[in-house]
Protein backbone atom coordinates (compact mmCIF):
# COMPACT_ATOMS: atom_id res chain seq x y z
CA UNK A 1 0.00 0.00 0.00
CA UNK A 2 2.56 2.14 -1.13
CA UNK A 3 1.17 6.58 -0.67
CA UNK A 4 0.09 9.06 1.74
CA UNK A 5 -2.94 7.96 3.54
CA UNK A 6 -4.70 10.43 6.18
CA UNK A 7 -7.06 8.06 8.49
CA UNK A 8 -9.50 9.55 10.56
CA UNK A 9 -9.55 7.74 13.95
CA UNK A 10 -12.23 7.55 16.88
CA UNK A 11 -11.70 7.01 20.70
CA UNK A 12 -14.58 5.41 21.85
CA UNK A 13 -15.30 4.65 26.06
CA UNK A 14 -16.73 5.53 28.92
CA UNK A 15 -15.49 8.91 30.59
CA UNK A 16 -12.20 8.58 32.22
CA UNK A 17 -11.29 5.60 30.68
CA UNK A 18 -8.39 7.27 29.34
CA UNK A 19 -9.21 8.31 26.27
CA UNK A 20 -7.37 12.15 26.30
CA UNK A 21 -4.65 10.65 27.87
CA UNK A 22 -3.89 8.42 25.43
CA UNK A 23 -4.46 10.51 22.16
CA UNK A 24 -1.70 13.02 23.97
CA UNK A 25 0.75 10.53 24.77
CA UNK A 26 0.52 9.05 21.24
CA UNK A 27 0.04 12.73 19.51
CA UNK A 28 2.16 14.74 21.92
CA UNK A 29 4.30 12.05 24.04
CA UNK A 30 3.92 12.73 28.26
CA UNK A 31 1.25 12.48 30.67
CA UNK A 32 -1.14 14.93 32.31
CA UNK A 33 -3.30 14.10 35.78
CA UNK A 34 -6.23 16.12 34.19
CA UNK A 35 -7.16 16.40 30.87
CA UNK A 36 -9.10 20.00 30.87
CA UNK A 37 -8.47 20.59 27.63
CA UNK A 38 -10.84 18.36 25.96
CA UNK A 39 -13.83 20.20 25.14
CA UNK A 40 -16.69 18.64 23.16
CA UNK A 41 -15.56 16.90 20.06
CA UNK A 42 -11.48 17.60 19.40
CA UNK A 43 -8.85 16.36 17.05
CA UNK A 44 -5.03 15.65 17.31
CA UNK A 45 -3.02 14.59 14.33
CA UNK A 46 0.01 12.62 14.31
CA UNK A 47 2.22 11.60 11.08
CA UNK A 48 3.56 8.31 10.70
CA UNK A 49 5.62 5.90 8.86
CA UNK A 50 4.85 2.00 7.91
CA UNK A 51 7.66 1.13 6.48
CA UNK A 52 7.15 -1.95 5.63
CA UNK A 53 3.80 -1.19 3.29
CA UNK A 54 6.07 1.80 2.27
CA UNK A 55 3.13 4.23 3.48
CA UNK A 56 2.88 7.46 5.15
CA UNK A 57 0.14 7.67 7.55
CA UNK A 58 -1.38 11.39 8.61
CA UNK A 59 -3.31 9.99 11.77
CA UNK A 60 -6.07 12.16 12.72
CA UNK A 61 -7.28 11.24 16.17
CA UNK A 62 -10.98 12.21 17.25
CA UNK A 63 -11.83 12.48 20.91
CA UNK A 64 -15.01 13.43 22.72
CA UNK A 65 -15.54 14.96 26.03
CA UNK A 66 -17.99 12.68 27.92
CA UNK A 67 -20.45 11.17 26.07
CA UNK A 68 -21.79 13.26 23.03
CA UNK A 69 -25.16 14.74 24.20
CA UNK A 70 -26.25 15.88 20.10
CA UNK A 71 -27.11 13.45 17.23
CA UNK A 72 -25.01 15.91 15.44
CA UNK A 73 -22.37 15.88 16.93
CA UNK A 74 -22.43 12.51 16.89
CA UNK A 75 -22.87 12.04 13.59
CA UNK A 76 -20.13 14.43 12.89
CA UNK A 77 -17.30 12.33 15.17
CA UNK A 78 -18.19 9.23 13.73
CA UNK A 79 -18.36 10.73 9.94
CA UNK A 80 -15.22 9.87 7.65
CA UNK A 81 -14.09 7.29 10.65
CA UNK A 82 -11.17 5.01 8.77
CA UNK A 83 -11.32 2.72 12.33
CA UNK A 84 -11.67 3.00 15.92
CA UNK A 85 -10.01 2.43 19.57
CA UNK A 86 -12.00 0.74 22.08
CA UNK A 87 -11.01 1.69 25.49
CA UNK A 88 -11.99 0.74 28.88
CA UNK A 89 -10.53 1.26 32.41
CA UNK A 90 -9.19 -2.38 33.61
CA UNK A 91 -9.73 -1.39 37.07
CA UNK A 92 -13.52 -0.56 36.70
CA UNK A 93 -15.96 -3.19 35.20
CA UNK A 94 -18.75 -1.26 33.95
CA UNK A 95 -16.30 0.53 31.56
CA UNK A 96 -15.36 -3.26 29.97
CA UNK A 97 -19.21 -4.00 30.10
CA UNK A 98 -20.15 -0.89 28.16
CA UNK A 99 -17.59 -0.85 24.95
CA UNK A 100 -19.76 -3.34 23.03
CA UNK A 101 -22.07 -0.19 23.20
CA UNK A 102 -19.60 2.13 22.24
CA UNK A 103 -18.94 -0.21 19.11
CA UNK A 104 -22.59 -0.66 18.29
CA UNK A 105 -22.87 2.99 18.37
CA UNK A 106 -20.22 3.45 16.16
CA UNK A 107 -21.42 1.24 13.80
CA UNK A 108 -24.73 2.51 13.62
CA UNK A 109 -23.49 5.22 12.89
CA UNK A 110 -21.12 4.25 10.20
CA UNK A 111 -22.21 2.07 6.58
CA UNK A 112 -20.02 -0.30 7.00
CA UNK A 113 -18.21 -1.45 10.18
CA UNK A 114 -14.80 -0.54 10.38
CA UNK A 115 -11.71 -1.92 12.12
CA UNK A 116 -11.26 -1.38 16.03
CA UNK A 117 -8.96 -2.12 18.24
CA UNK A 118 -9.83 -3.63 22.23
CA UNK A 119 -7.69 -1.00 24.56
CA UNK A 120 -7.23 -2.39 28.31
CA UNK A 121 -5.85 0.82 29.51
CA UNK A 122 -4.29 1.65 32.91
CA UNK A 123 -2.66 -1.70 32.93
CA UNK A 124 -0.03 -0.30 35.70
CA UNK A 125 -2.47 0.21 38.03
CA UNK A 126 -2.24 -3.90 38.47
CA UNK A 127 -2.90 -4.07 42.26
CA UNK A 128 -7.09 -2.37 41.86
CA UNK A 129 -7.29 -4.50 38.44
CA UNK A 130 -10.79 -6.11 38.04
CA UNK A 131 -10.99 -6.80 34.12
CA UNK A 132 -8.44 -9.93 33.46
CA UNK A 133 -6.82 -10.28 30.30
CA UNK A 134 -8.63 -13.55 29.28
CA UNK A 135 -11.87 -11.71 29.87
CA UNK A 136 -10.44 -8.43 27.68
CA UNK A 137 -9.17 -11.30 24.83
CA UNK A 138 -12.43 -13.29 24.87
CA UNK A 139 -14.32 -9.93 23.69
CA UNK A 140 -11.60 -9.53 20.97
CA UNK A 141 -11.62 -12.24 19.66
CA UNK A 142 -15.64 -13.14 19.40
CA UNK A 143 -15.83 -9.90 17.45
CA UNK A 144 -12.23 -10.55 15.19
CA UNK A 145 -10.61 -7.41 16.85
CA UNK A 146 -7.33 -7.28 17.89
CA UNK A 147 -6.52 -6.71 21.57
CA UNK A 148 -3.65 -4.85 23.22
CA UNK A 149 -2.98 -3.80 26.95
CA UNK A 150 -1.97 -0.11 27.38
CA UNK A 151 -0.85 2.30 30.02
CA UNK A 152 -1.13 6.05 29.37
CA UNK A 153 0.71 6.66 32.09
CA UNK A 154 3.99 4.64 31.48
CA UNK A 155 3.24 4.75 27.72
CA UNK A 156 3.36 1.00 27.58
CA UNK A 157 1.72 -0.04 24.02
CA UNK A 158 0.44 3.19 22.88
CA UNK A 159 1.76 3.77 19.77
CA UNK A 160 1.77 0.39 19.06
CA UNK A 161 -2.00 0.26 19.12
CA UNK A 162 -2.29 3.19 16.47
CA UNK A 163 0.12 1.61 14.96
CA UNK A 164 -1.41 -1.79 14.53
CA UNK A 165 -4.66 -0.41 13.96
CA UNK A 166 -3.24 2.23 11.22
CA UNK A 167 -1.71 -1.11 9.65
CA UNK A 168 -5.13 -3.15 9.93
CA UNK A 169 -6.98 0.16 8.09
CA UNK A 170 -4.41 0.01 5.36
CA UNK A 171 -4.78 -4.09 4.50
CA UNK A 172 -8.29 -3.72 4.62
CA UNK A 173 -8.42 -1.40 2.17
CA UNK A 174 -6.36 -3.30 0.05
CA UNK A 175 -8.25 -6.05 0.24
CA UNK A 176 -11.49 -4.57 -0.46
CA UNK A 177 -9.91 -3.20 -3.57
CA UNK A 178 -8.51 -6.28 -4.72
CA UNK A 179 -12.40 -7.73 -4.17
CA UNK A 180 -13.72 -4.66 -6.14
CA UNK A 181 -11.13 -5.73 -9.09
CA UNK A 182 -11.91 -9.30 -8.95
CA UNK A 183 -15.93 -8.63 -9.20
CA UNK A 184 -15.61 -5.91 -11.92
P1 LIG B 1 -11.20 10.19 29.16
O1 LIG B 1 -12.39 10.76 29.85
O2 LIG B 1 -11.47 8.82 28.63
O3 LIG B 1 -10.62 11.10 28.13
O4 LIG B 1 -10.07 9.95 30.30
P2 LIG B 1 -8.79 10.85 30.62
O5 LIG B 1 -7.77 10.70 29.56
O6 LIG B 1 -9.22 12.24 30.95
O7 LIG B 1 -8.26 10.12 31.93
C1 LIG B 1 -9.06 10.02 33.09
C2 LIG B 1 -8.16 9.91 34.31
O8 LIG B 1 -7.44 8.68 34.26
C3 LIG B 1 -7.11 11.01 34.40
O9 LIG B 1 -6.94 11.34 35.75
C4 LIG B 1 -5.87 10.36 33.84
O10 LIG B 1 -4.72 10.94 34.38
C5 LIG B 1 -6.04 8.92 34.29
N1 LIG B 1 -5.41 7.95 33.39
C6 LIG B 1 -5.56 7.84 32.06
N2 LIG B 1 -4.86 6.81 31.57
C7 LIG B 1 -4.22 6.25 32.61
C8 LIG B 1 -3.34 5.13 32.75
O11 LIG B 1 -2.97 4.42 31.80
N3 LIG B 1 -2.91 4.84 34.01
C9 LIG B 1 -3.29 5.59 35.10
N4 LIG B 1 -2.81 5.23 36.28
N5 LIG B 1 -4.11 6.64 35.00
C10 LIG B 1 -4.58 6.95 33.78
MG1 LIG C 1 -11.35 12.98 27.46
Redesign the pocket.
Known sequence: MPGEYRLKITML??????????TIRFTEGG?????KR?IGTDFALKDLQLKDLNASVTCVVW?LA?QPRFETVRQGFYRGARGGLL?YDVTRRRTFLNIDNWKNECFSNLANPIPLIVVA??V??ADSRVVSREEGEKYAKKHKFLYVE????TGENVEEAYFALCRIILMEGKARATEANRNS
Open positions: GDGAVGKTALFQADYTDGVNKDLSSAL
